[in-house]
């Protein structure tokens, strides 16, 4: 490992970068702290003192090179910002970037304690997310494929009715029109598609009324038993299991999906964020229409617009998805603009074999 006297000068700017790093994440995560509440607030405060412990290490071995004050990376500035701003379903930022951190598995200057700590980090955080992941994955889902779509069908819609040769006015009354009935649509199929799996997953969770008949049960006769079996236990754990709930005669639970009506979320919502969303997004490349714009001005400020809301949408996805926040963003705007592409060519076909 090397000294401070025998670093060279990209070594040192190296250790700098670790050590703002180390900064931003434990006044990240003392922020997320004060949101929470008991156990979630006492973890995230111990993943802060450990953030603390590492950067004292960068100091220790920088010695005189360390900053008074080091600056903040652009990166890890922004996840922190989300984090404090949109909510603790955004510390899995955090952990993507420990866990990202490949650099550290390469330098020699970091010990093998401190390795394994930002490997547990990024499980830790990870856990303490679950729940809020959770609690919006139904809302996330609609609102990002509602924008997504409305992105992407209405710039379609508008490039290729545009291409087709007929005049802005036509473009930007087909461009609202496909705004209003896709909005509507897609609010109507999101709330009948949420609506219908919540009653699914209803139909199979355990009915409520049977923890009144248990005072009544034969001990000997144990027919809860069979109801555990009936939920998937093997026999002698279904026996032991009603055993227990017998012997104490408190109010038992069976196993089944009690958390996946959290999961898939509430139906007015899941349409309300679709409607919202799939308008927010539809109305985008219809912009250079209604500012009165035409031509190609029109279409390439119309497609450079959704590209931008695409990347958005993208980076967000992979930053709560805990992947490659550009990745996903480039993927989206490709996609995208692969779609539209493909409906302006047809345009200019219809088009030209119409005049």
């Not at 897609?186 to 923890?211: C, H, K």
Request: with cysteine; proline share 4%; glycine share 10%.
């Amino acid at each position: 490992m090397p000294t401070q006297t025998e670093a060279s000068p990209q070594q040192v700017r190296r250790w700098k970068h670790y050590l703002a790093d180390e900064i931003q994440e434990a006044a990240t995560y003392r922020d997320l702290a004060q949101r929470c509440q008991d156990e979630e607030r006492d973890i995230l405060l111990g993943l802060a003192e450990a953030e603390e412990r590492h950067a004292d290490y960068w100091r220790g071995l920088l010695g005189d090179h360390a900053p008074a004050k080091p600056g903040r990376r652009a990166s890890t500035a922004f996840l922190a910002f989300l984090a404090r701003h949109f909510g603790f379903i955004f510390a899995l930022a955090m952990a993507g970037r420990s866990e990202a951190r490949s650099r550290y598995q390469r330098d020699p200057a970091v010990p093998a304690s401190m390795l394994a700590d930002e490997q547990v980090h990024s499980e830790v955080v990870r856990g303490l997310a679950e729940q809020g992941r959770s609690r919006i994955s139904g809302t996330f889902r609609a609102a990002v494929f509602g924008a997504n779509d409305g992105l992407v069908s209405n710039l379609a819609l508008v490039l290729g009715i545009g291409a087709s040769g007929v005049s802005s006015k036509v473009v930007l009354l087909a461009g609202i029109a496909g705004l209003l009935a896709g909005a509507f649509s897609m609010a109507a199929g999101e709330y009948v598609s949420v609506d219908s799996q919540r009653a699914l997953l209803d139909a199979s969770n355990p009915d409520p009324r049977t923890s009144q008949a248990l005072p009544d049960l034969d001990v000997d006769e144990n027919e809860l038993a069979l109801v555990y079996r009936a939920r998937g236990l093997e026999e002698a754990e279904a026996k032991a299991r009603a055993a227990q709930v017998l012997a104490r005669r408190a109010a038992f639970q069976l196993p089944g999906s009690q958390t996946d009506n959290e999961v898939v979320g509430s139906g007015l919502k899941a349409a309300i964020a679709s409607f919202c969303f799939f308008s927010t997004g539809a109305i985008v490349p219809v912009l250079p229409y209604i500012f009165g714009l035409s031509g190609l001005a029109a279409v390439l400020l119309a497609a450079g617009l959704v590209g931008v809301g695409l990347l958005v949408t993208g980076v967000c996805t992979g930053i709560l998805s805990g992947t490659s926040p550009l990745l996903k963003g480039a993927r989206q705007v490709a996609l995208g603009w692969g779609a539209a592409a493909v409906t302006y060519g047809l345009g200019l076909l219809f088009g030209t074999t119409v005049g």
